[in-house]
């Protein structure tokens, strides 16, 4: 028992000497918060019994007792919302679910306990940017919700790109592809060698269908900014279906000569994840569009055979010479986070967790843990130590149920992202060059509609059936047919209520927009 005391005591004085933020440390006596994770049913883990969340206690005087629901998490939210029986904090994705819990009136605003309490780090825009609170905030006016993996810049939520074989790319005397003529006349040039690699065909280009959003990325190459198969336009200001944009109908048509001229691999179609992966692994592709850091995987099996064979990505070719091409999109505001609830008999205790991690101090425990264990200060600047980060990327899961790095996960600042400073530089250029071919999707990724309304269950239904129903567009035979394929998809929707969709979209992204003026 001494010697567990003395290691806490450690760990404690370690992670203040971390950072500045003026917390004080428990007086032994702990408040015990129940705490459930929602839809990440995967995380639930025993506070205490790691480095880091120890020293979460100690700082706070907070012990949270963590569970998670069995069964559909969102199935358990409206047993809980008919019963008024729910715990006094959640880990929960932000969406419909969410805002049943705000319009049933259940949750605490954050904004009021943070000023009533004095904890206005939370609200002052020292840890959350504003930019995410106004975008969180709810019609009412108030902040229900902490955000996870918020960002200011957008740099840390990026991950679409355009990738190439290196060795390929190389060869062919690193080819300046800036536009989509440009890249189809080298895909042309690699269909007509014939290559094959390690007794596998190379095909030229592989597009990743399993990412329902890859389409709209493949559009947004012609200059828009289309994400979730929605887009906002200037025009009309209204946010609409991917459907109205014209450059749904570039992109198919691009993908369909592709398809029809042996360029595009035909199994791409219907690749499942796993499927996909092998493949990658293979060095089965010349060009690749998807998220890069699945290149990352395929470059540790690829080096086995040959370290000069690896994927890379390259600045997105343009639809047209005289438009900026994009081809993802970066998600500010995170797509979950922690709220308290009104069964919480001491929000206070709660509110004082949540500033703790949210701190400096809080964040540096989080993303590196306990200096002399798993961190080093390096010019005042913390890093995983030497062989840590390895470990982590080996298995994540197990590192931090034993170290505590990462472990809790669920308030994340990117600004602490332990990845990005301990990246090798062909893994930065990667990020720089996915981020750089980004635009902000933050109040577009934000929208969600009740799944139980006609709206709601005809949303879900196109996103479940486009992109088969486009796929059929990419193998049409005529391509001079897509304009009106696409048109008779988009009549078809109308009919079942489209605009009524479009209209609460466009209400919600109105409602953000205030809150942003």
């Excluded at 369909?256 to 499942?272: H, M, Q, R, S, V």
Aim: with cysteine; hydrophobic share 40%; aromatic share 12%.
């Amino acid at each position: 028992m001494i010697k567990k005391f003395l290691s806490l005591l450690l760990a404690v004085c370690l992670c203040c000497t971390l950072a500045g933020a003026a917390f004080a440390e428990s007086d032994g006596e702990l408040t015990e918060i129940d705490f459930m994770y929602m839809s990440s049913t995967w995380k639930p883990i025993v506070f205490g019994d790691d480095p880091v969340t120890q020293a979460f206690m100690d700082n706070t005087g907070v012990k949270l007792i963590t569970s998670a629901p069995s069964g559909d998490w969102k199935a358990v939210a409206n047993v809980m919302l008919a019963s008024g029986d729910y715990p006094s904090m959640m880990h929960i994705d932000h969406g419909t679910v969410f805002n049943k819990f705000v319009d049933a009136g259940a949750l605490l605003p954050i904004d009021e306990l943070a000023k009533e309490y004095g904890y206005t780090n939370i609200i002052d825009g020292s840890t959350i940017p504003e930019e995410v609170i106004k975008v969180r905030t709810s019609a009412d006016g108030h902040l229900y919700m902490v955000p996870n993996w918020f960002s200011e810049d957008g740099f840390g939520s990026v991950g679409q790109a355009v990738s190439v074989r290196n060795d390929l790319y190389a060869e062919a005397g690193n080819p300046e592809l800036k536009t989509v003529d440009d890249l189809y006349a080298w895909l042309e040039t690699l269909r007509d060698q014939k290559l094959t690699y390690e007794g596998v065909k190379v095909w030229p280009l592989y597009v990743s269908f399993t990412d329902t959003n890859m389409i709209g990325n493949v559009a947004n190459m012609w200059g828009s900014q289309i994400c979730r198969n929605m887009y906002y336009n200037e025009e009309t200001q209204r946010v609409e279906s991917i459907l109205r944009n014209d450059t749904l109908v570039q992109a198919l048509t691009f993908l369909n000569k592709c398809y029809n001229n042996g360029i595009l691999d035909p199994e791409a179609l219907t690749f499942d994840s796993s499927q996909q992966t092998e493949a990658y692994n293979q060095g089965k592709y010349a060009v690749i569009m998807d998220w890069f850091w699945n290149m990352w995987t395929a470059d540790s099996a690829l080096s086995q055979v040959n370290p000069d064979v690896y994927y890379k990505c390259i600045p997105v070719p343009a639809g047209y010479a005289d438009v900026h091409p994009y081809f993802g999109y970066n998600h500010r505001a995170g797509s979950s986070g922690v709220v308290i609830t009104k069964n919480c008999k001491d929000p206070e205790a709660a509110i004082r967790f949540i500033s703790f991690i949210l701190s400096e101090q809080g964040q540096i425990l989080e993303f590196y843990g306990i200096e002399g264990e798993t961190c080093e200060m390096r010019d005042g600047v913390p890093y995983l130590m030497d062989g840590v980060y390895e470990a982590k990327l080996a298995d994540w899961q197990g590192y931090a149920l034993k170290t505590g790095v990462r472990v809790f996960d669920v308030m994340n600042s990117q600004k602490y992202n332990w990845e990005r400073r301990q990246e090798d530089e062909s893994r930065q250029r990667d990020r720089q060059m996915a981020t750089d071919c980004s635009f902000n999707a933050t109040m577009l990724m934000s929208l969600n509609v009740d799944s139980a309304t006609i709206e709601g269950i005809l949303d879900a239904e196109m996103n479940a059936a486009l992109p088969s129903e486009l796929t059929k567009i990419i193998i049409a035979e005529d391509a001079g047919q897509i304009p009106a394929m696409v048109n008779s998809l988009l009549e078809k929707y109308e009919a079942n209520g489209l605009s009524d969709l479009e209209n609460e979209w466009t209400r919600q992204y109105k409602v953000m927009m205030e809150n942003m003026n």
